[in-house]
Structures are given as C-alpha cells and as structure tokens.
C-alpha cells in the first residue's frame, strides 16, 4: 500500500525559533493535509492544500504542496510554547475507488523550550 | 456547536469481552471514519463508510464491526476476536465531495 515517509519524527527547540518538517510519499497525491494533535486529543486540520505547486500559510503555519505531488513540507515561524504537539501529514489519492481515504504519516513531535 | 462526539472517554475491556465505541457527528457529513492510533504510529483506517447502511473495511478491520444506521451516528465495536485492542480510537467525517476529514477527541481503551 501507499507509504508516507514524514520527517524528524521528533525536534526539540527553543522559543522563537523556525521549524521545517516534510513529508514524501511513494506515489502521487491528489491533496495534502497537515494536522497537529496534543496529548489526550484528536487532530486538528492545520492547512489543506489541493494543487501542485500550492502555497498556503494559516497565521505563523506555511505549508507547500510539492510539484511533484509526491511530497509537502510544513514551516513555522517564531515557535511558542504553545507549538508542542504532534504533527501529522496525509495524503488523499488522486484513484476515484478511494478518494476518501487518507494516507498518514507517523508524525513529528515538536518540543518548544521556553 | 457543531462537532464530532466520541465516547466514552476511557474504556476498560476485560478478557473475551465485546465493547462499543459511540461516535456521534452534527456536521451533515456524509462520510464516516474510524481509525487507530498506537504510540509513535500514524493513524491506521479500520473501517469507513460513505453513505447510510453501507461501509467498507479499511486497512486493519479484523477483530472490529461497525454499522452505520444514521448519517449522524457510526459505532465501533471491538470484539474479543481482536487480541491487541489496547490502543486510541478516533473517529472522523467529512462531506462527500472529498473535504478534509475532521476528528472527534477520542476513545483510549485499555485491558483489565
């Protein structure tokens, strides 16, 4: 089946400073999504994005969707405290027999020292 | 507000014992998910379904069941047939014209 290869799988940093976390897969996404999830919580949708090439930033979050399709990368700025979580990547395929099914990768944990 | 409702919280499940978890959404989704989470692991589909009476087996659907009676409503039951069950259950939606799916809070089951 399809795979996500998502890296760090964990990054330890100080406040203020930038953060970079990819994803690549090993076949073309139709759409990539980017979720972060605390402790004891579901996911939250961070950003989506639908087309190759795309660039979406949602407040101190950029997210880009890789030309090839096969990749996307995920960027924060001036990291908080409030920036701790896991950070997930999926994928939807672009096969009409499952369009509603997501491909996740195994997450980022992101530590933010104060 | 609308949303997505799982529950319980926490679930114990002794040996032999079926469990069920509720998920419950007020979004007007039409499609439904439920997925696996282990630690360190991404999470793992077991079973969706897109409409009404109808649902599929995802990637890891041996040892579970669901039923999909209501739009809004989509339980999942862990059976005894499932050896490994300790895990957390997260359930999630979206419209069918392929929306990002977005998650309940969670079901943590354990073993007694």
């Known amino acids: 089946g399809q795979q996500l290869n998502q890296s760090p799988q964990s990054m330890f940093i100080q406040e203020g400073e930038d953060v970079s976390m990819n994803c690549t897969s090993s076949?073309?996404?139709?759409?990539w999504l980017w979720y972060k999830q605390d402790p004891g919580e579901g996911p939250v949708l961070l950003i989506a994005?639908?087309?190759?090439?795309e660039l979406t930033s949602n407040g101190r979050l950029t997210a880009q969707f890789g030309i090839t399709r096969k990749d996307s990368f995920l960027n924060i700025s001036a990291s908080i405290p409030s920036d701790v979580g896991i950070y997930f990547c999926?994928?939807?395929?672009?096969?009409?027999?499952?369009?509603?099914?997501?491909?996740f990768g195994k997450g980022t944990l992101l530590t933010v020292n104060p | 507000d609308g949303g997505i409702t799982q529950s319980p919280k926490y679930l114990f499940r002794k040996e032999g014992q079926n469990v069920t978890l509720s998920c419950e959404q007020n979004?007007?989704?039409?499609?439904m998910y439920w997925y696996r989470q282990d630690p360190g692991q991404g999470l793992r589909l077991i079973y969706y379904?897109?409409?009404?009476?109808?649902?599929q087996k995802g990637d890891i659907a041996e040892g579970y069941s669901v039923s999909r009676e209501k739009k809004e409503s989509f339980p999942l039951t862990v059976t005894s047939a499932q050896k490994n069950p300790t895990a957390f259950y997260l359930c999630?939606?979206?419209?069918?014209?392929?929306?990002?799916?977005?998650f309940g809070d969670g079901t943590r089951l354990s073993i007694l």
């Open positions: 999926a994928g939807q395929p672009r096969s009409g027999g499952s369009n509603y099914k997501l491909t």
């Open positions: 076949s073309i996404f139709n759409t």
């Open positions: 994005l639908y087309k190759a090439g």
């Open positions: 979004l007007n989704h039409d499609a």
């Open positions: 379904s897109q409409i009404v009476n109808d649902f």
């Open positions: 999630a939606s979206n419209t069918r014209s392929s929306q990002p799916q977005h």
